[in-house]
């Protein structure tokens, strides 16, 4: 790993050096949004409503890479398709300046839907159809996708590499995470063969707002490939009969615009299980970038590594139950 912040020279000067750099003239105020993965930041702008600048993690994505999921967003906007993407300036969607890659987005507002309520789940539904319709109109061709190997596999090789975990509890995550990879891997065996579309790929409440006029979807920072129940499972929370109820409302939107394949409701526990590794994997990556300790500052502790014994115990006996309803 670097040992160097990623963000060391993101100074406020940078910054705002950056946006001026395209023409704007930035007012000076700066306010830091809620991201850990890239920077974020509302920006002032002089006789102008306020934008927002984000920052991308240095060697994460490559530009093709940034630029797919720019037009991806761009196809969804020009099928009215209610999404929050990268403001072209001069002709392009993405900027660099000091070494930094950059884009510029209007700034939207809103606040967090209420997913126990039916109406927003099949208003959300609706919407999140019409994106994986677009979604399905063709692949991406550099981004990647969401499978086994890079969300469970290479993960847990890499917690297992150094002295990520206590020494004490190694071999137990080592025998359990094989375990619920076996589990993972059973699932997908009854999913079947599964279309993959271009997805959202981080569909949880916080990336989408809310207005009396509905809902925007926002952050396509981790679209890919892969299977529709992608953008959908992460709405659902609560008891098995909840659930049952929450993804009802949701498909009975979501299937006025698409068509959705049951056989996908086997994968919900089994990208539940590869969510809890990657996740794991990405705060151990990420602990050289000074704000991670600061906000995760309960990552690595003994406790911490017990819970995630603890979730995997559990997700191996969720995956061995029935899917939520059968086609």
């Known amino acids: 790993m670097n040992p160097t912040p990623p963000y060391a020279n993101l100074t406020p000067d940078c910054l705002l050096d950056a946006v001026d750099s395209l023409g704007l003239r930035s007012s000076g105020s700066l306010l830091a949004l809620n991201s850990y993965e890239n920077r974020v930041y509302q920006v002032g702008i002089d006789d102008a409503s306020p934008l927002i600048a984000k920052f991308y993690r240095p060697e994460r994505w490559s530009d093709a890479q940034i630029l797919e999921e720019h037009a991806f967003v761009a196809e969804l906007t020009a099928l009215e398709i209610p999404v929050v993407g990268a403001l ?6 993405l900027h660099h300046h000091a070494g930094f890659a950059f884009a510029l987005f209007p700034r939207r507002g809103g606040r967090t839907p209420e997913l126990g309520d039916p109406q927003v789940l099949e208003w959300l539904g609706r919407f999140l159809g019409r994106i994986h319709a677009a ?14 190997v890079s969300f469970g596999e290479e993960p847990v090789a890499f917690l297992l590499s150094g002295e990520i975990i206590p020494a004490n509890l190694r071999d137990a995550y080592r025998t359990l995470s094989a375990q619920a990879l076996d589990g993972v891997r059973a699932c997908f065996a009854r999913a079947g063969h599964l279309e993959t579309l271009r997805l959202h790929g981080d569909c949880h409440a916080s990336n989408m707002l809310w207005t009396d006029a509905g809902p925007h979807f926002v952050d396509f920072d981790d679209s890919r490939m892969g299977p529709a129940i992608q953008d959908l499972w992460m709405l659902l929370s609560g008891e098995r009969s909840e659930q049952v109820r929450q993804l009802a409302d949701i498909l009975a939107g979501y299937e006025d615009f698409c068509e959705f394949n049951h056989r996908e409701l ?9 969510r809890l590794i990657h996740y794991s994997a990405w705060l151990a990556r990420r602990w050289h970038d000074p704000a991670f300790p600061q906000a995760f500052g309960w990552f690595g502790t003994p406790h911490y590594w017990e819970q995630q014994l603890l979730l995997l115990r559990e997700q191996i006996a969720q995956m061995d139950e029935p899917p939520l309803w059968s086609a």
């Open 88 to 93: 072209e300036i001069g002709g392009q969607t």
């Open 266 to 274: 086997h994968l919900i526990e089994a990208l539940r299980t590869l």
């Open 135 to 148: 979604g399905r109109a063709h692949p991406y061709r550099v981004r990647p996708a969401l499978d086994i």
